[in-house]
């Protein structure tokens, strides 16, 4: 067995604490579901699990070292992440209030914000570098492929993850669905997503290695 059960009862636990941190992902999804509804909600956690998964298979092969021992390279994926996230902020702010446009047109479809998740994802360097400082400590090349362990424990990882911002992205898209016909708190609803956008663009600016 590649990943025994006494490393799983360790990783496990730990790996579920992490997720149920709140984090730069779990905003996404929020500030998606309460943007476009339950569908986008959970569309951006599936997004958000395939920019994870793309960075474990980096990890794996070992492409993250190059992010974790050159710090121009990690600033260079940080700040454009940032910048990318400026932009979405701003256009939720200079979107139109739902209840003065013709109906779904001021709401992003569910392929929108799983392509926009899996970009902020790859853009975020943390998640590369936490994958490879984190995963490691469980892999012993000693019982096979350290690349398919890798894969099992990032898998874990992911889909516990995945489970949770689902929850947060489908309860916040119903939350928008309820207030979208209310027109001063539909704009209140926009700010506050851009708001997210914004304050998710300061921490990964205001990160530090």
């Known amino acids: 067995m590649l990943v025994p059960a006494d490393t799983l009862l360790v990783f496990v636990p730990a790996a579920l604490a992490l997720n149920l941190t709140p984090g730069n992902d779990m905003l996404f999804c929020l500030g998606q579901g309460m943007k476009s509804g339950p569908r986008a909600g959970v569309a951006a956690s599936f997004g958000i ?3 994870v998964l ?3 298979l980096a990890a794996g092969i070992g492409l993250a070292a190059v992010l974790a021992t050159h710090p121009a390279a990690f600033e260079a994926i940080r700040w454009a992440g940032v910048v990318y996230l400026i932009y ?6 200079r979107a139109p209030s739902p209840l003065l446009t013709s109906p779904g047109l001021a709401r992003g479809s569910a392929a929108k914000a ?4 899996v970009v902020v994802s790859l853009l975020n360097p943390k998640v590369a570098v936490f994958v490879l400082a984190f995963l490691p400590q469980f892999v012993d090349p000693a019982r096979g492929s350290t690349f398919v362990q890798f894969l099992i424990l990032g898998a874990i990882l992911n889909t516990g993850g995945t ?4 929850a947060v992205g489908a309860f916040a898209g119903r939350l928008g669905g309820w207030i979208g016909t209310r027109a001063h708190i539909a704009r209140a609803l926009q700010m506050a997503t ?5 304050a998710l663009a300061a921490r990964i600016a205001l990160e530090r290695r």
Request: glycine fraction near 12%; aromatic fraction near 12%.
């Open 194 to 198: 851009g708001g997210i956008f914004l």
């Open 114 to 117: 799983w392509r926009d998740a």
């Open 54 to 56: 793309l960075h474990t």
């Open 49 to 51: 699990a395939t920019g």
């Open 88 to 93: 979405l902020a701003v256009q939720a702010f």
């Open 163 to 166: 489970i949770i911002n689902i």
